[in-house]
T-cell receptor
Framework: DGGITQSPKYLFRKEGQNVTLSCEQNLNHDAMYWYRQDPGQGLRLIYYSQIVNDFQKGDIAEGYSVSREKKESFPLTVTSAQKNPTAFYLC??????????????FGAGSRLTVL | QKEVEQDPGPLSVPEGAIVSLNCTYSNSAFQYFMWYRQYSRKGPELLMYTYSSGNKEDGRFTAQVDKSSKYISLFIRDSQPSDSATYLCAMTTGGTALIFGKGTTLSVSS
């Protein structure tokens, strides 16, 4: 079945450590996204990529980095510069529908906890 | 004013009730409107999307868009306990990243 795989599902990190969250899709979608979800905050866009080897900052990119070396993969690194990294991280991908809607398909999420 | 406003709830209804979930927005350039459902500790899944104004129906779910009022709604008929989840509205001008509401938490009791 086509879909988006995020790993790990749960991750614990000590302060000062960098961690990388994996996101792989087999939907042949061109665009990929990373969102952060906090209680009461909704989904906030961290980074997105519309094509291989290119990506743009979203609303809350500080303290995060990404790469897009392959169409299928869009890993997110949470660096030690991110002051409050404990959150639920969601990866998504999209393609345009026939009507032009940018419909996102989400992965199951990765929950990061900083100890 | 935030781009997309959504009442977080929680909203509690008995099984079989009609549920109305709503969002307002400020950007008149939004053309595509979507509703996602998110179960606890899971990723959101697309329920419905509509283009411009009008209604769209899919089983027990109806999405309405009123662009003149900058107001969208999702109606759930004959609500079931399995409908208990957080419902997120999202919108875009087209071909760009979605802007999400904060989500409304719905609880349907049997």
């Amino acid at each position: 079945d086509g879909g988006i795989t995020q790993s790990p599902k749960y991750l614990f990190r000590k302060e000062g450590q960098n961690v990388t969250l994996s996101c792989e899709q087999n939907l042949n979608h061109d665009a990929m996204y990373w969102y952060r979800q906090d209680p009461g905050q909704g989904l906030r866009l961290i980074y997105y990529s519309q094509i291989v080897n290119d990506f743009q900052k979203g609303d809350i990119a500080e303290g995060y980095s990404v790469s897009r070396e392959k169409k299928e993969s869009f890993p997110l690194t949470v660096t030690s510069a991110q002051k409050n990294p404990t959150a639920f991280y969601l990866c998504a991908s999209s393609t345009l529908t026939g009507s032009g809607a940018n419909v996102l398909t989400f992965g199951a999420g990765s929950r990061l906890t900083v100890l | 004013q935030k781009e997309v406003e959504q009442d977080p709830g929680p909203l509690s209804v008995p099984e079989g009730a009609i549920v109305s979930l709503n969002c307002t927005y400020s950007n008149s350039a939004f053309q595509y409107f979507m509703w996602y459902r998110q179960y606890s500790r899971k990723g959101p899944e697309l329920l419905m999307y509509t283009y411009s104004s009008g209604n769209k129906e899919d089983g027990r779910f109806t999405a309405q868009v009123d662009k003149s009022s900058k107001y969208i709604s999702l109606f759930i008929r004959d609500s079931q306990p399995s409908d208990s989840a957080t419902y997120l509205c999202a919108m875009t001008t087209g071909g760009t990243a979605l802007i999400f509401g904060k989500g409304t938490t719905l609880s349907v009791s049997s």
